[in-house]
């Protein structure tokens, strides 16, 4: 059995390495946000070197999440390489310690380093996408309000006032806040008959209240008012639904949405496959532990290990793309969002100790 020593030792040692993977990985997408954010936003007014560093920092934390997978199998294997060159492993296994043994301690912190991720990184990574997401519309109030029908998210609404269409340049606070809006009502002959354009557009019980509002009539002049109101029979869990994206949520509020949304029975495959992803993270993790220890594990002479390793690297890689092609058929409501999101975990950990049990136990 492994000492508490030795597998503090294994423990430390993964924790590191993983702490200076994930400051790499932060520096470098860092450094390309914001060197591309600031050739998109750096002739709008209002826009600073400070405010600039401050949305790339916020923005970050959402791209290392989407990393993370491949963080903790880089990190296994250079744990694991690191210890065979230094022949720790070699002793180890003289002393009569196995690789189960050996391996428990790094997937017990690839384990935390998931639950980690739920925790603490999923919210900061979420709040920080909306925060820089109101950043983004302030710094471009002002411009026109033309809406591209190819990016903007659209709703249609019928009342006694008639069939309002509704579009928006920017989303906020999970859809219930819209940026540079646009409400367009239709007759019954099916004509325009009015059009505004807000600043804003916040869902109020039974009625979108807009902000700042240029109004377009048919036969009128355009006129400009602060305030107006626009009925509608939207709930806000519809449009939460409809609008949020289930990333910017944090993982403590999924749950609540998707409870909410089914008791109006509305469909929740997004919001309930991202919810399942969240949760089965830290198993997939240790998935990815597993097929780092089937590359790294050994003990190969110099110039043999550069295939093991590519192997692996490319194990994982087909892993993350199996997941994503998956998690897109739950989404989608193809596949049952739990069976997508397990799948390919218990695929991986299967593997991982098929394949150790026949290197290791014959």
Avoid at 21 to 41: C, K, N, P, W, Y
Avoid at 188 to 205: C, K, P, T
Avoid at 280 to 294: E, F, W
Wanted: with cysteine.
């Amino acid at each position: 059995m492994i000492g508490w020593t030795l597998g503090q030792y294994f423990f430390r040692r993964y924790l590191v390495i993983t702490g200076w993977f994930l400051a790499g990985i932060f520096a470098l997408v860092f450094i390309i946000d914001f060197t591309e954010q600031s050739s998109r936003f750096s002739g709008l007014p209002g826009y600073s070197l400070q405010l600039g560093m401050t949305m790339s920092a916020l923005r970050v934390p959402m791209v290392l999440q989407q990393t993370i997978p491949f963080v903790a199998l880089f990190s296994a294997m250079a744990t694991l390489i690191s210890l065979n060159r230094k022949y720790e492993l070699v002793v180890t296994r003289a002393a009569g310690v196995s690789a189960w043994q050996f391996l428990f301690p790094i997937c017990i912190g690839a384990l935390l380093f998931g639950l980690s991720t739920i925790i603490v990184l999923n919210p900061i990574a979420a709040n920080g996408l909306e925060k820089v997401e109101e950043i983004e519309t302030t710094l471009r109030s002002g411009e026109s309000n033309v809406v591209s029908a190819a990016s903007a998210p659209w709703l249609r609404q019928r009342t006694d006032e008639g069939q309002t269409i509704v579009g928006a340049r920017a989303v906020l606070n999970s859809g219930l806040t819209l940026s540079d809006a646009v409400f367009i009502r239709i007759g019954e002959d099916g004509n325009i008959v009015e059009r505004q354009d807000a600043a804003r557009a916040n869902l109020r019980d039974g009625y979108w209240e807009l902000e700042t509002v240029r109004r377009f009539k048919s036969g009128a002049k355009p006129e400009s008012v602060e305030s107006t109101r626009v009925a509608t029979n939207l709930r806000p869990e519809f449009v939460e639904q409809r609008l949020a994206r289930p990333e910017a949520t944090p993982f403590y509020e999924l749950g609540r949405k998707i409870e909410t949304a089914k008791a109006y029975g509305y469909s929740v495959n997004a919001f309930s496959m991202h919810y399942h992803s969240l949760v089965a993270l830290p198993p997939l993790l240790v998935a990815m532990t597993l097929i780092a220890a089937t590359v790294s594990m050994r003990f190969v002479r110099l110039g043999q290990s550069g295939t093991l390793i590519l192997g692996g690297i490319l194990a994982g890689f087909l892993l993350y793309v199996v997941s994503t092609l998956v998690k897109a058929f739950g989404s989608a409501g193809i596949v049952p969002p739990i069976v997508a999101a397990w799948l390919p975990v218990m695929i991986a950990a299967l593997f991982g100790v098929t394949f150790l049990l026949h290197k290791e136990d014959g």
